[in-house]
């Protein structure tokens, strides 16, 4: 296929419907320079993830998700998995947002502009980053992830926010978060395992870093790097009363809840989650994993992928 050609993976239904309304300007977009755009839409589950492993396979030089985290992650995972089978070089992953979120690509710089990013696209500019792979739940045998994972409260309110039929962005994380409040829920013991070392401890949230934010909104990992070859991993080293969350909740606001006394942070490469009481619900990049599991685990793929920035 031509060097020009640019293939884009546009999921519609991404923002609650609104990535249909912008088809046209990122066609309008991706075709100045007279450059052919080859658009796919997908309807279902995985498709999107289908498609990116086709591409690679067809040896697609660039793939470009047109969505949400949803939707980067299903790219990310076709692209790795197809990669990994040919033993070859990833393509090159780009972005433009018109998700729900977006945390990924606030945390690579991508605008969330949809002329910007395509733009971003354009310049050829790439960056490599780390991907994580999550073994548990309805992924026992792995599934890939850039931004991060969740266990415990974020989840909750993760799963709470898609559930809204009108809400998106922002003010779906914020009503999820006021609906979680009300039915505050209760720590989990669980056994951590990174670096030959073990802990057990009660907690309500455990955040397993590659991109700084999570849920629109919260800077789970202030400090972390998409390129460092670690994830950031903190947890709450002993529950949270509901009286205290509501401060809680603003350090995250600000990414300054490691300033507090109630939570720890390592960086690691792998990094497990056993529950001794209590189903752990989990995401990956804003996607379930499980809403009810007794075992997590993570490890990191070094500077694997390469991204339009």
């Known amino acids: 296929m031509p060097e020009s050609e640019l293939f884009v993976i546009l999921n519609p239904h991404a923002g609650k419907g609104q990535a249909r309304k912008l088809e046209e300007k990122v066609r309008f977009c991706l075709s100045r320079g007279e450059r052919k755009v080859v658009l796919i839409r997908t309807e279902e589950e995985h498709e999107a993830e289908r498609f990116a492993w086709e591409a690679t396979m067809?040896?697609?030089?660039?793939?470009?998700?047109?969505?949400?985290?949803?939707t980067v992650n299903e790219v990310v995972?076709?692209?790795?998995?197809?990669?990994?089978?040919?033993?070859?070089?990833?393509?090159?992953?780009?972005?433009?947002?018109?998700?729900?979120?977006?945390?990924?690509?606030?945390?690579?710089?991508?605008?969330?502009?949809?002329?910007?990013?395509?733009?971003?696209?354009?310049?050829?500019?790439?960056?490599?980053?780390?991907?994580?792979?999550?073994?548990?739940?309805?992924?026992?045998?792995?599934?890939?992830?850039?931004?991060?994972?969740?266990?415990?409260?974020?989840?909750?309110?993760?799963?709470?926010?898609?559930?809204?039929?009108?809400l998106s962005g922002a003010p779906s994380y914020v009503m999820a978060l006021l609906?979680?409040?009300?039915?505050?829920?209760?720590?989990?013991?669980?056994?951590?395992?990174?670096?030959?070392?073990?802990?057990?401890?009660?907690?309500?949230?455990?955040?397993?870093?590659?991109?700084?934010?999570?849920?629109?909104?919260?800077?789970?990992?202030?400090?972390?790097?998409?390129?460092?070859?670690?994830?950031?991993?903190?947890?709450?080293?002993?529950?949270?009363?509901?009286?205290?969350i509501i401060p809680v909740i603003a350090s995250f606001l600000k990414g300054t809840q490691l300033k507090r006394a109630d939570f720890k942070m390592v960086r690691t490469k792998r990094f497990s989650v056993v529950a001794k009481r209590g189903l752990l619900p989990v995401h990956v990049d804003g996607e379930e994993i499980s809403r009810g599991c007794t075992a997590i685990s993570a490890e990191i793929l070094e500077g694997f992928l390469p991204v339009f920035v």
């Open 58 to 70: 067809d040896r697609r030089k660039s793939i470009i998700a047109a969505g949400g985290d949803g």
């Open 77 to 166: 995972n076709g692209i790795v998995k197809a990669s990994l089978e040919m033993g070859t070089p990833p393509p090159v992953l780009g972005v433009i947002p018109v998700g729900r979120g977006n945390d990924f690509a606030w945390g690579m710089g991508i605008p969330l502009d949809v002329e910007e990013a395509c733009t971003v696209a354009f310049a050829g500019k790439t960056k490599q980053i780390d991907v994580g792979k999550v073994y548990g739940g309805r992924y026992p045998d792995g599934r890939y992830f850039v931004n991060g994972l969740g266990i415990g409260f974020e989840p909750l309110v993760n799963f709470t926010a898609s559930d809204f039929k009108h």
């Open 179 to 244: 609906k979680m409040l009300a039915r505050y829920p209760k720590p989990y013991r669980v056994e951590i395992t990174y670096d030959g070392k073990q802990r057990i401890v009660w907690t309500q949230q455990i955040s397993i870093s590659n991109g700084r934010r999570m849920g629109s909104l919260f800077l789970m990992g202030p400090d972390a790097l998409f390129d460092d070859g670690y994830f950031d991993v903190m947890w709450a080293k002993r529950p949270i009363s509901r009286r205290k």
